[in-house]
């Protein structure tokens, strides 16, 4: 979509989801703020069956309704919900539910925005998992929608709830690393994300992730986070991205690519880098910051900063619990330690709180647009064979 029918499309939707905004209305009368949330799970997959192993975790957070079509992942996230939800098949008819306060989209990536479209409209918050929305009609219409409801709407880009990374994110805004330079990030697996299909008619519904109609590939599914955590730290959106990539390794009949290797540029002048391969692991999941002073490295959980020249004993900046000396790993520097909870239950934990106490979450439905649309941005670069200027952003 070329800029300019970006913005005349984005007008006509916005025009459409004002009419139908007054015609449902949004009224959010939250029962249980003193005692339980009740959610429910759209999308009984993979991670919605890990987020929901999550929620069990936490004190007055219940799972009562899961909706799969899919009859094999219902009965697994009933079986995850130990026994406490209704199940269905029809995503609606959960909406339907009065008891239910929240949904949590884990949908595949083409479905996020319409199945977030009608929770809102039906009075429930919502945690959408990432990437927020596919297109960028999709992204433009989920994002009025929100903005024009009294929901509470949170993007599934998790690392924004991670205690550790908001911890580094304020030591490079503090200057830890001096004038930012350069992003390098990569998410590398070996392995297929092909999953065996009992009969060849479900093959799209299963391996939805293999085709364009319904996945946004690697950047999606991987990069997203990545990109979202450049965004935050620099406070700015890219200007421009050029990409490549392709189906290399896997001649399976894949649509999307099994390798991409993507530059984004800054208005700062920050380029980002982010890979994502699938046929070699080599330090997996990484995040590289580098600055003028320093170079600060983030795996999952962890992160180390590692001093810009000779000088390799600066001790007391990295452990933001105790203030001990920390030991120099040569290849990776000073570790920086906090006590923290796993991102992804730290996430819902927040979630929960916000809607308690009716606060916008740290990753809404304005930073997830803006992370949607660079996804977006990427796509079009790698697919189309050219540099992508950025279009409208929020």
């Known amino acids: 979509m070329k800029r300019r029918e970006f913005i005349i499309k984005s007008s006509v939707a ?22 339980t949330l009740n959610i429910g799970i ?30 094999f992942r219902l009965e697994n996230g009933l079986k995850a919900a130990n026994g406490k939800a209704k199940g269905y098949n029809d ?32 009075g429930k ?31 599934g880009h998790q690392y924004h709830s991670s205690r550790l990374y908001t911890h580094v994110v304020d030591l490079i805004k503090d200057g830890k690393i001096g004038k930012i330079v350069a992003f390098e990030c990569q998410w590398n697996r070996h392995g297929n994300w092909r999953r065996s299909v009992p009969s060849p008619e479900l093959e799209k519904q299963i391996n939805w992730r293999m085709y364009r109609e319904f996945s946004g590939g690697l950047i999606a599914e991987l990069c997203s986070h990545q990109i ?10 890219p200007n421009q991205v050029m990409g490549t990539g392709g189906v290399d390794y896997y001649k399976d009949g894949r649509e999307t690519y099994d390798n991409i290797h993507l530059i984004y540029n800054y208005p700062s002048g920050v380029k980002a880098k ?38 390799k004993k600066e001790l007391g900046i990295v452990d933001g619990v105790s203030g001990a000396t920390s030991k120099f790993n040569k290849d990776l520097g000073y570790p920086i330690e906090l006590e923290h909870t796993e991102p992804s239950e730290q996430a819902l934990i927040d979630f929960k709180d916000s809607i308690l106490n009716n606060k916008k979450p740290i990753s809404d439905v304005i930073t997830g647009a803006n992370t949607a649309i660079c996804i977006q941005m990427g796509l079009d670069a790698m697919y189309e064979n ?8 929020y």
């Open 14 to 35: 916005t025009a459409a989801v004002t009419t139908s905004a007054l015609a449902f209305g949004n009224v959010f009368d939250f029962k249980h703020a003193n005692s």
């Open 42 to 71: 759209i999308g009984t997959g993979d991670r919605g069956t890990g987020m929901m192993s999550n929620i069990n975790k936490i004190e007055n957070f219940n799972v009562i309704g899961c909706c799969d079509i899919l009859p």
């Open 91 to 122: 995503y609606r008819k959960l909406l339907d539910n009065k008891n239910i306060d929240a949904i949590l989209v884990s949908t595949p990536f083409h479905l996020h925005s319409q199945v977030a479209i009608d929770a809102v409209d039906a």
């Open 125 to 155: 918050h919502v945690y959408c998992e990432k990437t927020m929305a596919k297109g960028f009609d999709g992204i433009h219409n989920l994002t009025n929608k929100v903005n024009q409801s009294k929901t509470i709407f949170q993007t």
């Open 228 to 237: 979202d955590f450049a965004n935050w730290v620099l406070g700015e959106k």
């Open 274 to 311: 982010f890979t994502c391969l699938t046929s070699n692991a080599k330090d997996g999941y990484q995040i590289k910051v580098q600055g003028d002073k320093g170079t600060i490295i983030l795996e999952y959980t962890k992160a180390w900063f590692y001093p810009e020249g000779g000088n």
């Open 386 to 393: 050219k540099i992508v200027s950025s279009p409208e952003f």
